[in-house]
């Protein structure tokens, strides 16, 4: 796949696809068929098809500058020849919407280079989604679709005509009539078609082209008989009669040459330039795109520039691909006519032609077209020298779909003796969670080695070593990764900065769950000066996180969470609003958010981060997602999409296997069925543990326990089995205590205070609340309290009863501040606090009596409001209820007043809770 950047710079090869061509030779306006796109401009697709040269995208560039001039958002992507990489294609499908509205598909390129298999879905269904809320007409031009050789890409644009919104218009030019759902559209009047038949020039257009010629009415009528009003034919005729002026000869010989007319008209025309012009036309046929530099360098002729400009006076078939007129390429028929010329008068000449070019491509930064065309000169060894010099750029910056793009195309025996490409496809798997093809790549570096007797000392080999304990800790395990990484450090300098940066990363990891804590945050800050030699952010955006993740495990909140933001800053400067790294940091983040009852901003966040799936980096970054986004999701009121989002957290544990993520997502599904309805699925997720506290040789053996541990306490305590849960917190509290796990240890203390109520030990539940209070250096966590139940708002109001009442063991002035903190956030009705009188999990809301509003809601906003939960876009809603789309704006701003939420989504979630739709 196309990077969006190059090691120099961002990439032309995406301007010049993006942009519509500038229409080559002489055009004329064609109002016949204009008028048939126009009345069509409303159809879900429309279709220009035809034969090469019936001046498909001429009529489609002449629509679009119309669409344009009326001031409607118009998106161009010229198809690629040999479109077989659905990702490919969706990164400038992407490229092309935020060209054309920058509002749209944000930072949503980046995500791609995740090569998760899910990640086409997941950015088709977002794209649907942006486009429905932007909800102004949006046009969508792809051309030359017939060059799209791959089932996925021809999925994505029929996903596109099926679930897109009715603001999406898509145009599409082909030589032949394209696999879409045409008929069905057809069916529902969608679809408006423009076939060879209508794109031939009738006599009143010919009679316009040649308008400046004396041509004979008869002469012509017979021109066009002959092409059947083939453009390109006619077009040819035009520049050989400029050019020759034997008008009779021409006509003569086509009149029974029909089948050869193309040929015969760009011979005819090839065979009147100077020779200077007609060799260059021919060496630079080999290129699919050119500047003026370019044609110089494989030329060899200094004045690349002018003779550019000499043909594009001439008219000789040169699309402008910029509106800067810098790159051009030649029209595909003329291309082939000129190629098949060149193969045939100078063969010997096309090796050397495509070495000149991939040596410029190279040298300008643009390594996919300077691998093509080593290929294309059947030097292997050079593609995979230019892949190598530009492998780590791309992992750096985590373009590792980008490489391993580029790695796919070579040939694999070339491969196997390249230590540093191997290390780069390595990372690049590692990075993805691709561990098996991570760890081939490893093993051809230490065959290599042991090949070539290169000592253990050496960079390579401590290369091989830190991507071997980056697997590891992916795979979240840690047991002897320490041992792989510790030569690094005592000398960083001597081995990549990247090399050196990920080895402390992975350390850190270590220390940070081998509860040392102060050591991972010094280390990370020992290795600031590495991370700022390193070419990309997402070194150090990991770092930054993980030294928050350590600051957070002491209790440290206001430090980890200035980490956490630093990472989120760097990654969305350098990266992206919505990049990958981006997510990972933003999961933290929003996890401290949702902590602080700062729900918009933790929704936002984290809504954003649970898209990474399985490729949420370390396991860490998922629990943050997984579990706050479905607390939040629950405190809404949207219990059931709460249990998807845990069922979906599941499922990403089952698939990188991971213990602990699985008994996490456990502890939490247990922690919601204390508060849901019988029905609720949870079962018994503390099954199989070990009842004696195990002897742990690191510290994420040690969570997972942890995590059983808690759901088996949850369980006790749902059960009214109070005693037992108090005994399984005896152990818990002594290792966490033990080993400084402040917040782990604030979790236990609440769920001890809760058991102590439970068993009628008023003070013990009070003592033990007052410990959790006390735990960390928080005093704006209220969730982890308010997150337990109403009980722990009891023991809260008795504390601060005390206080005001000054007895003895109440709490100090600064914790009575935070309980003060906490019991005002818990003060709104809450989705699990039950009514005055009423049990847990009874609705505090009916349509008769909707607490949550502000003021009740109008009919004609309940009638919008069950309209949007039916999924339909504001446009639809207009048509339903015969208003304008401002008019369903506005009610939706009065909804979203009354309903005190900020999204379509929540005003869902939270009517269905209150029973006003279904």
């Known amino acids: 796949m196309q990077a969006a950047v190059s090691p120099k710079g961002r990439s032309p090869l995406i301007a010049t696809r993006l942009n519509a061509p500038s229409t080559a030779g002489r055009t004329i306006a064609r109002p016949r068929l204009m008028d048939r796109l126009l009345d069509g401009s409303t159809s879900r697709l429309t279709v220009i098809h035809g034969p090469a040269g019936f001046g498909k995208t001429t009529l489609a560039v002449q629509w679009r500058t119309r669409l344009r001039e009326e001031g409607k958002p118009v998106a161009w992507l010229s198809m690629d020849k040999d479109e077989t990489d659905s990702l490919r294609f969706l990164a400038y499908l992407i490229e092309a919407i935020r060209h054309a509205e920058p509002s749209l598909c944000a930072d949503l390129l980046s995500l791609l280079e995740s090569q998760n298999e899910h990640i086409a879905d997941f950015l088709l269904t977002e794209l649907v989604n942006q486009l429905h809320d932007y909800g102004e007409d949006f046009y969508l031009f792809l051309d030359d679709w017939h060059l799209v050789n791959d089932r996925r890409s021809e999925e994505a644009v029929v996903f596109l005509l099926e679930h897109g919104p009715v603001n999406l218009h898509l145009v599409v030019t082909s030589r032949s009539r394209p696999n879409l759902p045409i008929f069905k559209l057809a069916l529902r009047n969608e679809v408006t078609e423009i076939q060879a038949a209508d794109l031939r020039f009738d006599l009143s257009e010919s009679e316009r082209f040649f308008h400046d010629l004396e041509i004979d009415p008869d ?494 306490i949850r369980l006790s305590l749902n059960e009214g089995r109070c005693h037992d849960a108090d005994a399984l917190l005896d152990p818990l509290l002594d290792y966490t205590t033990r080993n400084g796990q402040r917040c782990v240890m604030r979790s236990a203390l609440v769920l001890r205070a809760l058991a102590r109520e439970q068993c009628g030990d008023v003070r013990g539940a009070e003592d033990a609340m007052l410990g959790a209070l006390d735990c960390c250096e928080a005093p704006r966590a209220v969730r982890p309290f308010l997150d337990e139940g109403p009980r722990v708002v009891s023991i809260l109001e008795r504390l601060q009863d005390h206080a005001r009442a000054r007895l003895p063991g109440a709490p100090t002035r600064p914790l009575q501040a935070q309980i003060k903190r906490i019991l005002d956030a818990g003060r709104p009705p809450l989705a699990h606090r039950p009514p005055p009188g009423g049990e847990i999990g009874e609705r505090s809301a009916s349509p008769s009596n909707p607490t949550n509003l502000t003021e009740p809601l109008k009919d004609r906003e309940i009638d919008v409001l069950r309209l949007v939960g039916e999924g339909l876009s504001n446009k639809e809603i207009a048509r339903r209820l015969g208003i304008g789309v401002d008019t369903v704006k506005w009610y939706l701003k009065s909804i979203y007043g009354k309903m005190a939420v900020g999204r379509r989504t929540q005003a869902i979630c939270e009517a269905r809770r209150l029973h006003l739709i279904d």
Not at 684 to 695: A, I, L, R, T, V
């Open 219 to 712: 002469d012509l009528r017979a021109l066009l008989d002959t092409t059947e009003g083939w453009i390109a034919a006619l077009q040819l005729a035009l520049i050989s009669l400029r050019a020759t002026g034997d008008r009779e000869s021409l006509l003569r010989w086509i009149a029974g040459k029909h089948h050869a007319i193309g040929d015969y008209l760009a011979e005819s025309v090839l065979n009147s330039l100077q020779p200077e012009l007609l060799e260059f036309l021919l060496q630079t046929s080999i290129l699919g795109r050119f500047c003026g530099a370019l044609c110089t360098a494989i030329t060899g002729q200094t004045n690349g520039f002018a003779i550019l400009e000499r043909v594009e006076q001439l008219q000789l078939f040169i699309i402008p691909l910029d509106d800067e007129r810098e790159w051009f390429r030649y029209h595909h028929l003329f291309a082939s006519h000129l190629q098949r010329r060149l193969e045939r008068d100078h063969p010997e000449r096309i090796r050397g032609l495509h070495l000149s070019a991939a040596e410029w491509f190279e040298r300008h930064g643009f390594a996919e077209e300077a691998v093509s065309h080593a290929l294309a000169a059947d030097d292997e060894e050079y593609a995979v020298r230019i892949v190598e010099a530009t492998a780590m750029w791309f992992v750096e910056r985590s373009y590792m779909a980008t490489l391993l793009g580029l790695v796919s195309r070579l040939p694999p025996a070339r491969l196997a003796n390249r230590p540093a490409l191997q290390a780069a496809i390595a990372w690049s798997n590692c990075l993805v969670h691709r561990s098996g093809q991570a760890l081939a790549a490893v093993a051809h570096i230490e065959d290599y080695m042991l090949a070539n007797d290169i000592p253990a000392d050496h960079a390579i080999a401590h290369e091989a070593r830190v991507i071997r304990a980056c697997i590891e800790i992916f795979a979240d395990r840690i047991d002897g990764v320490e041992a792989l990484v510790r030569p690094v450090m005592t000398h960083p300098e001597a081995v990549h900065p990247w090399v050196a940066v990920v080895a402390a990363n992975v350390l850190t990891y270590v220390l940070l769950h081998s509860h040392k804590y102060g050591e991972a945050i010094e280390l990370q800050r020992t290795m600031t000066p590495f991370h700022e030699r390193t070419q990309g952010p997402f070194s150090q955006i990991y770092g930054n996180c993980f030294a928050g993740m350590a600051a957070y495990e002491m209790g440290l909140h206001s430090m980890a969470e200035s980490n956490f933001r630093q990472a989120l800053t760097l990654a969305r400067e350098q990266a992206g609003e919505h990049s990958h790294a981006a997510r990972l940091a933003g999961a933290m983040l929003g996890k401290m958010y949702y902590e602080y009852n700062q729900l918009v901003d933790a929704e936002t966040l984290l809504e954003d981060s649970i898209a990474l799936g399985v490729e949420g980096g370390v396991a860490d970054f998922s629990l943050a997602s997984y579990i706050n986004y479905s607390r939040l999701l629950a405190l809404r009121g949207a219990e059931e999409r709460a249990i998807i989002i845990l069922d979906e957290g599941q499922n990403t544990a089952r698939q990188l296997a991971q213990a602990r993520l699985t008994n996490s997502v456990s502890a939490e599904r247990m922690r919601l069925l204390a508060f849901a309805p019988p029905s609720t699925p949870g079962g018994d997720p503390s099954q199989g543990e070990d009842p004696n506290f195990p002897d742990f040789s690191d510290g994420i053996a040690a969570q997972a326990w942890e995590a059983r541990r808690i759901a088996r």
